[in-house]
């Protein structure tokens, strides 16, 4: 089955931290552009976050710059977003994504959602 899967969400205190995890089933990550995004109650999905598949190229959302960090390890077939400095503006839902293309740069996935795959979403809540 091919799919994408999420885990390392939860509940955090203001200031805290926490990383998710991302991996496939199916086919592998590391030919590929991987995302994090999410989504807040009444609130369109945002790109957070996406990094190339070589590792060289990544990008953030303005409102995650300087605590956010991504990363992959594709002997793992796993993608990471470490989460510092939680807010509660952080709360969200998280989602995982892969395009529909080896070639899709982290600029179209993460800024114009050219996505083909979804995780099922992982929840993120910052609350003291």
């Known amino acids: 089955q091919v799919q994408l899967v999420e885990s390392g969400g939860g509940l955090v205190q203001p200031g805290g931290s926490l990383t998710l995890s991302c991996t496939s089933s199916?086919?592998?990550?590391?030919?590929?552009?991987v995302g994090w995004f999410r989504q807040a109650p009444g609130k369109e999905r945002e790109g957070v976050s996406c990094?190339?598949?070589?590792?060289?190229?990544?990008y953030y959302a303005d409102s995650v710059k300087g605590r956010f960090t991504i990363s992959r390890d594709n002997a793992k077939n796993t993608v990471y977003l470490q989460m510092n400095s939680l807010k509660p503006e952080d709360t969200a839902v998280y989602y995982c994504?892969?395009?529909?293309?080896?070639?899709?740069?982290?600029?179209?996935?993460?800024?114009?959602?050219?996505?083909?795959?979804w995780g099922q979403g992982t929840q993120v809540t910052v609350s003291s």
């Open positions: 199916g086919f592998f990550l590391n030919y590929y552009t």
């Open positions: 990094i190339s598949s070589g590792d060289d190229g990544s």
């Open positions: 994504a892969s395009p529909p293309s080896a070639r899709t740069t982290i600029q179209a996935m993460c800024l114009l959602q050219v996505v083909d795959r």
